[in-house]
C-alpha cells in the first residue's frame, strides 16, 4: 500500500505500528520519510545561527559593506523560505533570471523594493499534488456553469490553435471523441480545432444521441430546480447535482480546457472567470490523478501545469511541474527502450514526453533553476509532424515520425517549441550550471558562435504563415523566445563576468525586441502568461538600460526618445499586468526609477523635460487594451503642467509619439535616489568600473549645462588590464544581484506553496 503525505508517519503505518520508510535512491538506503524535512529544520537553524554569528562580526569586508545595503531584503525572502518549509528561497531565480547593474540596483530596490514589514508569508503541509487537498481548495469557491456547446466550441478553438499547438498534450480527435462528445454530443466540421485548412478525421467519431449527452441532462435539472423555484441559485443547484461517474474524466479535461483557454486571452476576461472553471474541473480531479490509463493522468497533470504557468494555483507550478516529471519517468517516456507499442500509443508517448520536458526546460530557463531531468536522460525522438487527423490506432504503419506529409500542420508549432527548448537548455547548461563542453567545440568562443548560428537558423526555420501553422498561432511568441535566449547567452554568467562590444550590442538589441513584442501582445490582449511576462519584461528592460549604461556604443545607437518610447511600452505592460500579477507594480515602479537615473547619467545634455512631447491622457488609452487608463499612467498625466500636456497633441493621435513621456519619476524621487547612491559610492571599497564611471559624480551635475563626466566603455578600456580584472569583479557583484531581482512576489503568488484557504 503506497504511503499517504502525512508526516513523520503515515496514516496506514502508524495504524500498522511500523516504521514509515522509503528508500533513497542514491544509497538504495531506507530512511524514515520524514528525513528530508528533518534535514531542512536543521539546516534553517544552521542558517539562523550563521545570520545573528555574522551580524556580530566587528568588521565587515569591503565587498560585504557593499552589498548588506539590500540585506533587509534577501533577509525577507529567506525569513519566508524558513516559515513556508520551500526546499529552496522562494527568491532563487537562478543564474539566467535577469541582469540588475550593481549600484543602480542596490538603490532602486532599497527606495521602491518589497516592503519586509508587510511580508506575507504562506505555510503549508503540502507539497504534491494530492488530489484530496486540491478538491478541498475549491470548498466554497464559486465553480462555473457548464457553457453552452457553441461557447465551448469557441474556447475549444482557442486552445488547440494557441496552446495545443505549443504543447501537444491531447491528439485532437482522441480528445473530441473521449471528452467532448460525451458532454455536448456531435463534433461539428466546420470549426478549426488547429485545423483551419484541413478537415478533422470523422472516423475518431461514433454516432451519439443527444439525450445520451451530460449537456442535455445537466440543462434538464437546472431547467425542472427553475420551474419549481424561480428564484434558485443556478450555480447552487448545479454544485448539488450527482453527475455520473461516467462523465467525471471528461468533466474535468473539458473544464481545464476551458480555463486554459480563457487564460490564453486572460486581459479579456475577468479574473474569476478562469478560476471558475478550475475549481469546476477539481471537483474531479481524483478521477483522473487515479485514473488507470497512466498517459491520461498525466495529460490530466500537464494540463493543471499549463493553467498554473498562468494563472496563481494551489500548489504552485513548481510542484505540479514535479509531479509531471515523477509520473514522466516512472512511464519511462524518457527512454525508449525494448517496449513495443502501437505507433498510436508511441507517439502519444512521446508527445507527452516533450510536453513534460518543454515545460520543465521554459520555467527553469526563466528562473537558472536545475532541471528536473538530465539532458543525458532524455533520448526519445520528436513526435510525427503529420496532422492528427492521419495519426490513427488502427494504421499500418510502425512509426508516425518516420512519416511526412506537404499537408498542413500545427506540429510545425509544438516541434519548433521543443527545438528552441533544446537550445535554452544547451545555454543554461553551459553559461550557467557551467557543464563541460562539448568535445567537437575548442573553446568557449567556438561553442558561442555555433550556438548563435543555430539559433539564427532556428528562428529562420519557424513557420511563418498560418496556412503551414494550419491554425492562427500567434507568431510573435516565437520572436520572444529567439530575443529572450539571445539575452541570455549574451548576457552575464557564470562563464564570464564581463562583456565584448558584441555582447553588449547583442543584448541591446534583443532586450529591446522583447520590450516591444510583448507591447504587440498586450495591445492585442493575448499574453497569457502573467508571471513570466513580468519577469522576462522586467529583465529585458533591466538588460535595455544595463547596455546603456555601461557600454557608450550602445549609448550611441539609441537616442533618449528610442529609451523613452521603449520604457513607455514596458511601463505600459507592467501597469496592465499589475492586475494580474502583484509583482509587475514593483517591477514597473523600479524600471521607472532606474529609467529616470540612466537618462540623468548617461544622457546629461539632454533638454528640459518641458520640451518633451508627452501623451495626453486620450492617446495613452489608445495604447491600453479597451481603451482604459491604468492609474498608474494616469496620475502621471494629470500631475504635470497645462503646457506640457498641450503639447502630447490630441485625441486622434495614433502613432507612437516621437518622445513619448518622462518615467513617473518626479525631482525628489530622482535627487532621493542619488543621494542613496552616493552613500554607496562613498563605502571604502576597491574601485570597480562604477567608479571609473562615476555615474554619481555626473548625476549630480544634473541638467543645469555643465559639462557632464565623459563615461567611458568596457571596449575603449580592452587594454588595461587592471581595469579588465575590475570589470570581472563588477560583473561577479552584478550576477550576485541577480538574485535580488524583485520577483519576490512573483515566487510567492506562483512558485510558493500557500495554504489551501488562498
Same mark, same amino acid.
Given at each position: 500500500?503506497?504511503?499517504?503525505?502525512?508526516?513523520?508517519?503515515?496514516?496506514?503505518?502508524?495504524?500498522?505500528?511500523?516504521?514509515?520508510?522509503?528508500?533513497?535512491?542514491?544509497?538504495?538506503?531506507?530512511?524514515?520519510?520524514?528525513?528530508?524535512?528533518?534535514?531542512?529544520?536543521?539546516?534553517?537553524?544552521?542558517?539562523?545561527?550563521?545570520?545573528?554569528?555574522?551580524?556580530?562580526?566587528?568588521?565587515?569586508?569591503?565587498?560585504?559593506?557593499?552589498?548588506?545595503?539590500?540585506?533587509?531584503?534577501?533577509?525577507?525572502?529567506?525569513?519566508?523560505?524558513?516559515?513556508?518549509?520551500?526546499?529552496?528561497?522562494?527568491?532563487?531565480?537562478?543564474?539566467?533570471?535577469?541582469?540588475?547593474?550593481?549600484?543602480?540596483?542596490?538603490?532602486?530596490?532599497?527606495?521602491?523594493?518589497?516592503?519586509?514589514?508587510?511580508?506575507?508569508?504562506?505555510?503549508?503541509?503540502?507539497?504534491?499534488?494530492?488530489?484530496?487537498?486540491?478538491?478541498?481548495?475549491?470548498?466554497?469557491?464559486?465553480?462555473?456553469?457548464?457553457?453552452?456547446?457553441?461557447?465551448?466550441?469557441?474556447?475549444?478553438?482557442?486552445?488547440?490553435?494557441?496552446?495545443?499547438?505549443?504543447?501537444?498534450?491531447?491528439? /485532437?480527435?482522441?480528445?473530441?471523441?473521449?471528452?467532448?462528445?460525451?458532454?455536448?454530443?456531435?463534433?461539428?466540421?466546420?470549426?478549426?480545432?488547429?485545423?483551419?485548412?484541413?478537415?478533422?478525421?470523422?472516423?475518431?467519431?461514433?454516432?451519439?444521441?443527444?439525450?445520451?449527452?451530460?449537456?442535455?441532462?445537466?440543462?434538464?435539472?437546472?431547467?425542472? @430546480?427553475?420551474?419549481?423555484?424561480?428564484?434558485?441559485?443556478?450555480?447552487?443547484?448545479?454544485?448539488?447535482?450527482?453527475?455520473?461517474?461516467?462523465?467525471?474524466?471528461?468533466?474535468?479535461?473539458?473544464?481545464?480546457?476551458?480555463?486554459?483557454?480563457?487564460?490564453?486571452?486572460?486581459?479579456?476576461?475577468?479574473?474569476?472567470?478562469?478560476?471558475?472553471?478550475?475549481?469546476?474541473?477539481?471537483?474531479?480531479?481524483?478521477?483522473?490523478?487515479?485514473?488507470?490509463?497512466?498517459?491520461?493522468?498525466?495529460?490530466?497533470?500537464?494540463?493543471?501545469?499549463?493553467?498554473?504557468?498562468?494563472?496563481?494555483?494551489?500548489?504552485?507550478?513548481?510542484?505540479?511541474?514535479?509531479?509531471?516529471?515523477?509520473?514522466? $519517468?516512472?512511464?519511462?517516456?524518457?527512454?525508449?527502450?525494448?517496449?513495443?507499442?502501437?505507433?498510436?500509443?508511441?507517439?502519444?508517448?512521446?508527445?507527452?514526453?516533450?510536453?513534460?520536458?518543454?515545460?520543465?526546460?521554459?520555467?527553469?530557463?526563466?528562473?537558472?533553476?536545475?532541471?528536473?531531468?538530465? @539532458?543525458?536522460?532524455?533520448?526519445?525522438?520528436?513526435?510525427?509532424?503529420?496532422?492528427?487527423?492521419?495519426?490513427?490506432?488502427?494504421?499500418?504503419?510502425?512509426?508516425?515520425?518516420?512519416?511526412?506529409?506537404?499537408?498542413?500542420?500545427?506540429?510545425? $508549432?509544438?516541434?519548433?517549441?521543443?527545438?528552441? /527548448?533544446?537550445?535554452?537548455?544547451?545555454?543554461?547548461?553551459?553559461?550557467?550550471?557551467?557543464?563541460?563542453?562539448?568535445?567537437?567545440?575548442?573553446?568557449?568562443?567556438?561553442?558561442?558562435?555555433?550556438?548563435?548560428?543555430?539559433?539564427?537558423?532556428?528562428?529562420?526555420?519557424?513557420?511563418?504563415?498560418?496556412?503551414?501553422?494550419?491554425?492562427?498561432?500567434?507568431?510573435?511568441?516565437?520572436?520572444?523566445?529567439?530575443?529572450?535566449?539571445? $539575452?541570455?547567452?549574451?548576457?552575464?554568467?557564470?562563464?564570464?563576468?564581463?562583456?565584448?562590444?558584441?555582447?553588449?550590442?547583442?543584448?541591446?538589441?534583443?532586450?529591446?525586441?522583447?520590450?516591444?513584442?510583448?507591447?504587440?501582445?498586450?495591445?492585442?490582449?493575448?499574453?497569457?502568461?502573467?508571471?513570466?511576462?513580468?519577469?522576462?519584461?522586467?529583465?529585458?528592460?533591466?538588460?535595455?538600460?544595463?547596455?546603456?549604461?555601461?557600454?557608450?556604443?550602445?549609448?550611441?545607437?539609441?537616442?533618449?526618445?528610442?529609451?523613452?518610447?521603449?520604457?513607455?511600452?514596458?511601463?505600459?505592460?507592467?501597469?496592465?499586468?499589475?492586475?494580474?500579477?502583484?509583482?509587475?507594480?514593483?517591477?514597473?515602479?523600479?524600471?521607472?526609477?532606474?529609467?529616470?537615473?540612466?537618462?540623468?547619467?548617461?544622457?546629461?545634455?539632454?533638454?528640459?523635460?518641458?520640451?518633451?512631447?508627452?501623451?495626453?491622457?486620450?492617446?495613452?488609452?489608445?495604447?491600453?487594451?479597451?481603451?482604459?487608463?491604468?492609474?498608474?499612467?494616469?496620475?502621471?498625466?494629470?500631475?504635470?503642467?497645462?503646457?506640457?500636456?498641450?503639447?502630447?497633441?490630441?485625441?486622434?493621435?495614433?502613432?507612437?509619439?516621437?518622445?513619448?513621456? @518622462?518615467?513617473?519619476?518626479?525631482?525628489?524621487?530622482?535627487?532621493?535616489?542619488?543621494?542613496?547612491?552616493?552613500?554607496?559610492?562613498?563605502?571604502?571599497?576597491?574601485?570597480?568600473?562604477?567608479?571609473?564611471?562615476?555615474?554619481?559624480?555626473?548625476?549630480?551635475?544634473?541638467?543645469?549645462?555643465?559639462?557632464?563626466?565623459?563615461?567611458?566603455?568596457?571596449?575603449?578600456?580592452?587594454?588595461?588590464?587592471?581595469?579588465?580584472?575590475?570589470?570581472?569583479?563588477?560583473?561577479?557583484?552584478?550576477?550576485?544581484?541577480?538574485?535580488?531581482?524583485?520577483?519576490?512576489?512573483?515566487?510567492?503568488?506562483?512558485?510558493?506553496?500557500?495554504?489551501?484557504?488562498?
Amino acid at each position: 500500500m503506497k504511503c499517504t503525505s502525512d508526516l513523520p508517519k503515515c496514516a496506514g503505518c502508524a495504524k500498522a505500528n511500523v516504521e514509515c520508510v522509503s528508500i533513497d535512491p542514491v544509497t538504495r538506503r531506507e530512511v524514515p520519510r520524514s528525513y528530508v524535512v528533518s534535514l531542512e529544520s536543521r539546516v534553517e537553524e544552521l542558517e539562523s545561527r550563521l545570520r545573528s554569528l555574522e551580524g556580530a562580526t566587528p568588521a565587515e569586508t569591503s565587498d560585504s559593506a557593499y552589498s548588506n545595503r539590500s540585506d533587509s531584503y534577501i533577509d525577507s525572502v529567506q525569513n519566508s523560505t524558513a516559515a513556508s518549509g520551500s526546499k529552496a528561497p522562494p527568491s532563487f531565480m537562478g543564474a539566467s533570471s535577469g541582469i540588475p547593474f550593481s549600484k543602480l540596483m542596490v538603490t532602486a530596490l532599497n527606495l521602491r523594493g518589497p516592503d519586509s514589514s508587510s511580508h506575507k508569508v504562506h505555510t503549508s503541509d503540502q507539497s504534491i499534488m494530492d488530489p484530496s487537498v486540491l478538491k478541498k481548495t475549491v470548498a466554497g469557491s464559486n465553480i462555473a456553469l457548464l457553457p453552452p456547446k457553441q461557447q465551448a466550441l469557441s474556447l475549444l478553438s482557442v486552445y488547440f490553435a494557441q496552446s495545443n499547438a505549443q504543447l501537444p498534450i491531447f491528439h /485532437r480527435e482522441e480528445f473530441l471523441a473521449r471528452y467532448f462528445q460525451p458532454i455536448y454530443g456531435d463534433v461539428p466540421l466546420d470549426v478549426s480545432f488547429a485545423s483551419t485548412y484541413t478537415t478533422i478525421n470523422p472516423q475518431f467519431f461514433a454516432p451519439l444521441r443527444e439525450e445520451d449527452t451530460w449537456y442535455h441532462q445537466y440543462t434538464q435539472i437546472l431547467d425542472q @430546480e427553475v420551474e419549481k423555484n424561480k428564484n434558485a441559485d443556478l450555480v447552487q443547484v448545479a454544485n448539488s447535482i450527482d453527475v455520473p461517474a461516467q462523465f467525471h474524466v471528461p468533466l474535468f479535461f473539458m473544464n481545464m480546457v476551458f480555463a486554459i483557454s480563457s487564460s490564453v486571452t486572460l486581459l479579456k476576461y475577468p479574473d474569476h472567470i478562469s478560476d471558475n472553471f478550475k475549481n469546476a474541473a477539481m471537483l474531479y480531479i481524483d478521477s483522473v490523478y487515479g485514473s488507470h490509463d497512466r498517459l491520461e493522468a498525466l495529460q490530466g497533470i500537464l494540463c493543471f501545469a499549463l493553467y498554473s504557468l498562468m494563472r496563481p494555483a494551489v500548489p504552485g507550478i513548481w510542484y505540479i511541474l514535479g509531479s509531471a516529471l515523477r509520473v514522466c $519517468v516512472d512511464l519511462g517516456l524518457h527512454f525508449e527502450g525494448d517496449y513495443k507499442f502501437d505507433a498510436f500509443t508511441l507517439d502519444l508517448r512521446r508527445r507527452l514526453f516533450w510536453c513534460c520536458y518543454s515545460l520543465d526546460r521554459q520555467v527553469c530557463f526563466y528562473l537558472g533553476r536545475p532541471f528536473g531531468i538530465p @539532458e543525458e536522460s532524455c533520448s526519445v525522438p520528436f513526435p510525427s509532424e503529420l496532422d492528427d487527423a492521419f495519426i490513427t490506432r488502427n494504421a499500418a504503419v510502425a512509426d508516425f515520425s518516420a512519416k511526412t506529409s506537404t499537408m498542413p500542420t500545427y506540429k510545425l $508549432v509544438s516541434l519548433s517549441m521543443f527545438r528552441i /527548448r533544446r537550445l535554452q537548455s544547451e545555454v543554461q547548461s553551459i553559461l550557467y550550471d557551467k557543464r563541460e563542453l562539448p568535445r567537437r567545440f575548442a573553446s568557449l568562443e567556438d561553442w558561442h558562435a555555433d550556438i548563435s548560428r543555430r539559433l539564427d537558423q532556428w528562428k529562420a526555420d519557424t513557420p511563418q504563415s498560418p496556412r503551414k501553422m494550419n491554425c492562427d498561432f500567434i507568431h510573435e511568441f516565437f520572436i520572444l523566445n529567439y530575443s529572450h535566449t539571445k $539575452v541570455i547567452l549574451n548576457g552575464l554568467s557564470p562563464r564570464s563576468f564581463s562583456l565584448t562590444l558584441e555582447n553588449y550590442m547583442n543584448v541591446l538589441e534583443a532586450s529591446k525586441d522583447i520590450i516591444y513584442s510583448y507591447y504587440e501582445l498586450f495591445q492585442s490582449q493575448v499574453i497569457n502568461y502573467t508571471w513570466a511576462a513580468t519577469h522576462n519584461l522586467f529583465m529585458a528592460g533591466s538588460s535595455f538600460l544595463y547596455a546603456i549604461f555601461n557600454c557608450e556604443e550602445a549609448k550611441q545607437r539609441i537616442s533618449v526618445e528610442e529609451l523613452q518610447t521603449a520604457a513607455m511600452y514596458c511601463s505600459i505592460v507592467l501597469s496592465g499586468l499589475s492586475g494580474k500579477c502583484e509583482a509587475a507594480v514593483q517591477c514597473r515602479d523600479i524600471f521607472d526609477l532606474l529609467t529616470a537615473a540612466v537618462i540623468r547619467i548617461r544622457y546629461a545634455n539632454f533638454v528640459d523635460p518641458v520640451a518633451v512631447n508627452l501623451p495626453s491622457t486620450e492617446q495613452i488609452k489608445q495604447f491600453q487594451p479597451g481603451n482604459h487608463v491604468n492609474e498608474h499612467l494616469k496620475d502621471l498625466v494629470s500631475s504635470l503642467p497645462a503646457t506640457m500636456r498641450s503639447l502630447g497633441g490630441g485625441p486622434d493621435f495614433a502613432a507612437p509619439p516621437s518622445k513619448p513621456y @518622462e518615467p513617473a519619476t518626479n525631482e525628489s524621487e530622482l535627487t532621493t535616489f542619488f543621494e542613496e547612491l552616493n552613500k554607496l559610492e562613498s563605502m571604502p571599497s576597491s574601485r570597480s568600473p562604477s567608479d571609473i564611471h562615476s555615474p554619481a559624480k555626473a548625476a549630480r551635475l544634473g541638467p543645469s549645462g555643465e559639462s557632464p563626466l565623459q563615461l567611458k566603455s568596457p571596449s575603449d578600456m580592452a587594454y588595461d588590464q587592471n581595469v579588465d580584472r575590475r570589470l570581472s569583479k563588477e560583473g561577479q557583484k552584478i550576477y550576485k544581484m541577480i538574485f535580488q531581482v524583485p520577483t519576490e512576489s512573483i515566487w510567492e503568488q506562483f512558485f510558493a506553496n500557500p495554504g489551501v484557504d488562498q
